[in-house]
Structures are given as structure tokens and as C-alpha cells.
């Protein structure tokens, strides 16, 4: 720690003591105060500037303005600017007029669903509500549909457990934040991405590889912060019905209220389950019955922006159960039982947060983020009986100072506390499994970190340096150190450059959450020891207006090198999952491609290419691992006519070969062919507006692929080559909905 603590006091001590920066703040809105998130706000002939927050709104310190312009522009709207005098400080509200050559009437303009920032150091790509509904987005892990950068992927097909993939790894390689906070974690990584509901998502800011240690030290892939709605930039009132083909209904409230300082906004959210449908006719059903109880409250006092306090609190209560397998299956009657296969899921969360913060000028704050949250579950899976329980603490003190051109350093001190118990029994053992018994994990993990971002040559080349130092009550001390460069090319083209650290504890269960629904014995043949990776990147990113046209082109390579990785190793024998320290090599490389190209505030189409090669090094050989396809492909098309009333948006994926893990030991009857085969499936939504309601009806795998008979096995799900991990593909086939929403305010 004395050796962290130096290197922050070093770091900090490289800002410059006094600077005649000007201080650029303000906000963007169109003519009906609806703000206009990553909007471009800059000064004209320099490279300081950045994007609007999603509320609209904009701060950053300029040096050498030169008495020149502060300009706004968004498309689909008319710029904007304002002359600056030098060495004063500006405060602007923009309110950009609707350009009516590109079609755009009522005096509204269409907000881009995805922005890019080319002044941010991070590459972060910005999904805001726009592109949320362009899809039935019933939770988070459906708000990524649309989008080239994150795969939802299925962890265990009969309970529907999904993890984000970001560069194609596993979702445990990336960090998950709810406004800014590590609420996902331990328990909650298997369902509490699903426990997010859509309509309480304001945007999602996505970033790949290394980026900023003040949030933590797990980041090795990207980092997924979701922000919820605000109560001072959400409806008094929106209310959303959805219903689908297999009959599974939502029903979402946000209420909003309270007075210019104290704001509040109520949400709920229940989910009712699916009919038992089986069309592979196994026996089992195709989707969970899935029942949900939610109920969260949001309080918003002052503003961060202001001098003196602001603060944003909550609280949350979720429970929910999950019941899935063979089709006669009741859990009061069957649970744990060898009659009749089933798996059923029940969990109970409270949450509490607090974002608490003081402003003493424009140029500095403090602020505390704090929060904790419990888990009781309790779960089936044939025969094996889990319960488990964990309470989890976060606190995080961080102080900022804006220092001028040479940009922010940002310091502060942090603690995690992580208390996890799990109780795992089998009913009936006839298979000799082994790994029952009671798992322990008691985690205390101080830490201190510090972040500086430099800027040279007149702001066009930035560097940001960070780098933390947490002490793991097990296993010791570790520094986390990232680096990341950007170089503007020119206003509207950056070149970026990232590298770094990251780290993470396991908890095997609940990552692995389908070993415990299959046959096969978990043999852990050591401790585990954290895993570690190193994360180098390079991005390009232009953004382009060109008459009527407008978009951005981006292109990303990332590598990424472990040092310990630990995955079940499914080959050695077809009916064990054998755990182990990985020390030898185990890397992937990652690439991707995508283009925007809005032909006007109407019409828009993207494509995006993902590859993937992820590996280990094994007597000499590259072993692909099982479960990554190597090729992916998407393309989205929107539509929407000139009277915003109708909205038209389609979307194609295409999913290469994946390697499965081996069963060449098994009776043939029992084998499944080394790798899966390519599919693709499209999706469609039609949104129409009337009024204060917004009318939508969709379809998801249009064509109706389905994989036949994912799960190996299927005929005696309670003998030894039972084993749901062959899903590669769709399970349920092709799904129709419909909804509706309300907002109260809509003119």
C-alpha cells in the first residue's frame, strides 16, 4: 500500500498549480427542452470539446480559445454557437432548432439511438432510449439486439440464465455497473442481468478492454454501465404491457414526482409466466416459467453540476422464481426427486445505494458511493439441491479536481466486502458425484487509486493514467496499472490506444450455473487462485456529416493475454468437469467492424462483423476453446416516416461454427459432432405512435431456427450423460409480441 500511495501522491503532483483555463459548461436541448445527449459541443478551431451527458448538458476547461466560437451541433438540427471571450468563463443553454430540409416536423427531431464520442479519452458507445426501443427490450439482457459490441449469451438454457459477452469472453471478464456501482456480482451474475427491466434503462454506456480503475479492479474484457431513469428527466407517468406468443406477460410503472430539488421516481415491474410449451418433443419445456416482483425507488436531491451538495439514493426489493424441465414437472411435488426431472429457482434481493456528493467550485468535488446488497436463494437442479446466501458491501471515496488544460486527476480509497455461503446436497447420488459439501467465501478488500488525464499539443493528443492497489484478505496485494492514448486525427476522427491489468475471484457455481442442471461430476483438483489478464487494444473511430448523410465508422482490435484462467475442462472425460489453475498460455484476439450510415433522421442502416479466436496453448497446439463462434455478423435497418408516427426497425445476425466440447467416450447414441453448425436469425419490430401511446409488435426469429434436440441426453435426464452445455443455438424458435406504452406528458 505505502508504494501505491507514492505513486498517487507522484501522480497528483503532476498537475500544474495554476492554469487560466476557461471553464465551457451549459446544456443542449431541441425546442422542447427534451435534451440532446451526445450532442458535439466544442471550441471552433482548437480540439477541446466533448459530447453531451445523456441529460443533455456539458463541461470541460479550454485553454487558448482565442476569442473564437463555442459551437453545438447535432444532426438533424441547426448548429449552434457562441462567441467567447478569452479568460472568461461561459455558461450557454443551446436550444437547437429542428432542420426541416432533413424532414424533421413538429418542431422534434429524432435523437441518435448510438453515439460514439471522438473527444472522450475512452472509447464509449452511448445507447440511449432511441435505440432501446427499437426492440421489445423487456430486460437488460434484451436491450442488446441491435448493437454489434455485446452478445447476450445463454449460460444455462432451461432457466434462461444469460450472461453480456464483450470481445466475445465470457461475461465474467466484464464489469456490470448500475449507475456507476458493482450491483452485479458473486450471486447476481446468473439472473440479476434479467432482473433489470427495460423500461427503467435511461442509457447504456459500453467500453472494450482496459479502461478506468476508479470503479474497480475486475475489468478485463470492457465495462457495461447501465443508468437508470431519472426522476427529473423521466415522465410523471410511463406504463408498459407486453405479452407474447408462449404467453409470458410484463407489466412496468415508473412514477415520477416531487419538486425542482427533491425529485422521485417509483418503478415496478411484474413478470407472469409462459404456458409449458415442448415443440423438440423431449419432454422439457422450451422457456422457464418465470414469476418476478419488483419494486424500486430512486431519490434525487440538488444538483451535481451546482455548487454545494447533491445526492442520489435508492432502494430496491426483487423476488422471483424460475421453474423449468420436463413438462409434468411441479416443484411442490417433484422438487429433489428422481420421478420427474426439474429445475426451480427461487431468490429473494434487497438493494440499498447512495451517490452522494460536494462541490466546492467548478473545478473540484468529493463524492462517496456507497452500497449493499443481500441474496438468499435457494435452488433445484434434479437432484442436486442448492441454497445459498451473500451480503455484499461497497464503498467508494473518490475526490476530483478539473486542473485546466492538462485535463482531471482523480484520487480516492475504497473497500469491498463480500460474505458468500453455498450449501450444495444431493437428494439421490446414484451417479457417485462428489462435489457436495459447503462452500465458503469471506472477501475484504481495501484498496486506493489515482487517475490522471493529460493532454498535449493543443489538446490533440490525450493520455490517461491510472492505476489502483487493493489488498485481498486471502491473497495479498495487487496493482492494477492502464494506460490509454487518443490521438485526434482531426475534429471528427480519433485514434485510440489502450493497455492494462485486471483481475478477478472466482465464484464457480454461479458462473458455471449449468454444470449443476447436467450429469457431470465438478472436480476441483486445487485451490483456486484469482484469474489474471493483461488487455492491449487499438480503435479507430470517425464520425461524418455529409449533407443528408451522417454516421461513424469504428474498427477495434483487442488482445488479450491470461496468466491464470480457469475454466471447466469438459473434454478429458465426457461426464466430469475438471477445475483447475490455468498458468500456461491462454489468450483470444478479438476484431471488430461496424458503419452507421443515417441517410437522413428517417431512415438509418448498420453493419458489424465480429471475429474471435480464443485459445489455449496446449502441447504445443492452439485449442480453440468451446462455446466462442469465430464469425459473427449483424445489420440493422430503421425507418421512420416523417410524421415520427410510424417506426419500422429489422435486425440480421448470422452466427458462425462453435466448438463444442468432446464425446467421442460416449455410447454413439450419446455424441454430439465436434462443432455446431452457422445460423442466422432476424428479427422485426413495428411501433406506432398515437397520442400519449406507443402501440409495438414484434416478431424474433423470423424464419423460426431452432437447434435440434439441444440437450444431450434428454431421454434419462436423471443417468450419466445428461448435460444442457450443447446449446449453441435458439431453443425456443420463433417468439411473437406485442405491447404497449404510456406517457403521460406526450403531447
Not at 451549459?26 to 466533448?50: C, I, Y
Not at 483487442?558 to 496468466?563: A, G, K, L, M, P
Not at 453448425?677 to 424464419?703: H, K, L, M, S
Amino acid at each position: 500500500m505505502r508504494l501505491l500511495i507514492c505513486f498517487a501522491v507522484a501522480l497528483a503532483s503532476a498537475a500544474p498549480l495554476c492554469t487560466s483555463a476557461q471553464r465551457l459548461s451549459g446544456k443542449v436541448t431541441d425546442a422542447s427542452g427534451n435534451p440532446l445527449p451526445g450532442a458535439s459541443v466544442f471550441v471552433s478551431g482548437t480540439r477541446s470539446g466533448m459530447n453531451a451527458e445523456a441529460d443533455g448538458s456539458f463541461e470541460f476547461f479550454a485553454s487558448s480559445t482565442g476569442n473564437g466560437y463555442l459551437v453545438a451541433r447535432y444532426v438533424g438540427y441547426v448548429s449552434d454557437s457562441v462567441r467567447i471571450d478569452s479568460g472568461t468563463d461561459v455558461h450557454r443553454l443551446f436550444v437547437l432548432e429542428s432542420d426541416d430540409r432533413l424532414g424533421v416536423v413538429e418542431g422534434r427531431g429524432v435523437r441518435e439511438g448510438v453515439s460514439v464520442s471522438t473527444y472522450a479519452p475512452i472509447k464509449a458507445e452511448v445507447i440511449n432510449e432511441t435505440e432501446l426501443r427499437k426492440a421489445a427490450c423487456c430486460d437488460l439482457a434484451g436491450c442488446f439486439e441491435t448493437q454489434t459490441t455485446v452478445q447476450p449469451q445463454v449460460s444455462n438454457v432451461l432457466t434462461n440464465a444469460v450472461e453480456l459477452r464483450i470481445l466475445g469472453l465470457s461475461g465474467v471478464y466484464n464489469q456490470i455497473l448500475l449507475d456507476g456501482l458493482p450491483m452485479i456480482m458473486g450471486l447476481t451474475y446468473t439472473y440479476g442481468i434479467s432482473t433489470v427491466p427495460g423500461t427503467s434503462v435511461r442509457n447504456i454506456s459500453v467500453a472494450k478492454g482496459a479502461n478506468s480503475v476508479l470503479q474497480g479492479f475486475e475489468s478485463i474484457s470492457g465495462q457495461i454501465n447501465v443508468e437508470t431513469r431519472e426522476a427529473d428527466l423521466s415522465e410523471p407517468l410511463y406504463l408498459n404491457a407486453y405479452a407474447n406468443n408462449f404467453g409470458e406477460r410484463h407489466f412496468n410503472a415508473n412514477v415520477g414526482y416531487g419538486s425542482a430539488k427533491n425529485r422521485h421516481l417509483t418503478t415496478f415491474q411484474i413478470v407472469r409466466p409462459a404456458e409449458r410449451i415442448d415443440r423438440h418433443g423431449d419432454g422439457f419445456t422450451d422457456l422457464p416459467l418465470l414469476s418476478r416482483y419488483l419494486a424500486a425507488h430512486k431519490w434525487n436531491y440538488g444538483n451535481s453540476a451546482e455548487w454545494g451538495w447533491s445526492s442520489t439514493s435508492g432502494v430496491r426489493f426483487l423476488h422471483e422464481e424460475r421453474t423449468a424441465g420436463q413438462t409434468a414437472f411441479d416443484p411442490d411435488l417433484h422438487a429433489g426427486g428422481t420421478e420427474v426431472y426439474g429445475q426451480h429457482v427461487s431468490l429473494m434481493q434487497p438493494e440499498v445505494y447512495t451517490k452522494t456528493a460536494y462541490r466546492f467550485n467548478d473545478r473540484t468535488r468529493i463524492s462517496l458511493s456507497a452500497s449493499s446488497f443481500a441474496q438468499e436463494q435457494h435452488s433445484t437442479f434434479g437432484t442436486v439441491d442448492y441454497r445459498a446466501r451473500q451480503v455484499n458491501i461497497y464503498a467508494n471515496l473518490q475526490a476530483e479536481h478539473n486542473y485546466g488544460k492538462s485535463g482531471t486527476i482523480t484520487s480516492g480509497i475504497s473497500f469491498r466486502s463480500l460474505d458468500l455461503r453455498e450449501d450444495i446436497s444431493f437428494t439421490e447420488n446414484s451417479l457417485n458425484r462428489t462435489f457436495d459439501g459447503t462452500y465458503r467465501r469471506r472477501e475484504t478488500i481495501p484498496g486506493a487509486f489515482a487517475e490522471n488525464t493529460l493532454r498535449f499539443f493543443d489538446g490533440k493528443l490525450t493520455w490517461l493514467l491510472g492505476i489502483r492497489g487493493d489488498v485481498h484478505n486471502t491473497f495479498g496485494s495487487t496493482l492494477t496499472p492502464r494506460t490509454l492514448l487518443k490521438y485526434d486525427l482531426s475534429e471528427d476522427a480519433a485514434l485510440r490506444a489502450s493497455a492494462g491489468t485486471g483481475w478477478r475471484t472466482v465464484n464457480f457455481f454461479s458462473e458455471n450455473i449449468g454444470l449443476l442442471a447436467g450429469s457431470r461430476n465438478v472436480i476441483f483438483e486445487e485451490a483456486l487462485r484469482p484469474e489474471r489478464a493483461a488487455n492491449y487494444g487499438l480503435n479507430f473511430t470517425r464520425n461524418y456529416t455529409a449533407g443528408n448523410l451522417s454516421g461513424f465508422i469504428s474498427a477495434d482490435y483487442y488482445h488479450t493475454e491470461f496468466s491464470n484462467q480457469i475454466f471447466p475442462d469438459f473434454d478429458a472425460n465426457p461426464t466430469e468437469a475438471r477445475v483447475s489453475n490455468f498458468g500456461g498460455r491462454a489468450a483470444s484476439d478479438a476484431a471488430q467492424a461496424e458503419v452507421l450510415v443515417r441517410f437522413s433522421p428517417r431512415f438509418e442502416v448498420k453493419a458489424g462483423y465480429n471475429f474471435l479466436f480464443a485459445y489455449r496453448l496446449t502441447d504445443g497446439e492452439r485449442r480453440e476453446m468451446p462455446f466462442n463462434p469465430r464469425h459473427k455478423w449483424i445489420a440493422t435497418v430503421s425507418y421512420r416516416s416523417k410524421s415520427e408516427r410510424l417506426r419500422i426497425d429489422a435486425n440480421y445476425h448470422l452466427f458462425g461454427k462453435q466448438r463444442l466440447p468432446k464425446t467421442a467416450a460416449n455410447p454413439p447414441e450419446f455424441r454430439r459432432p465436434e462443432f455446431s453448425d452457422p445460423f442466422f436469425t432476424v428479427n422485426a419490430q413495428v411501433t406506432y405512435v398515437i397520442g400519449a401511446f406507443e402501440i409495438y409488435a414484434g416478431c424474433e426469429n423470423i424464419f423460426d431456427f431452432v437447434q435440434n434436440r439441444p440437450l444431450l441426453g434428454w431421454e434419462d435426464p436423471f443417468g450419466p450423460y445428461f448435460d444442457t452445455a450443447f446449446v449453441w443455438g435458439p431453443v425456443r424458435g420463433r417468439e411473437i409480441y406485442g405491447g404497449v406504452r404510456f406517457f403521460l406528458n406526450r403531447e
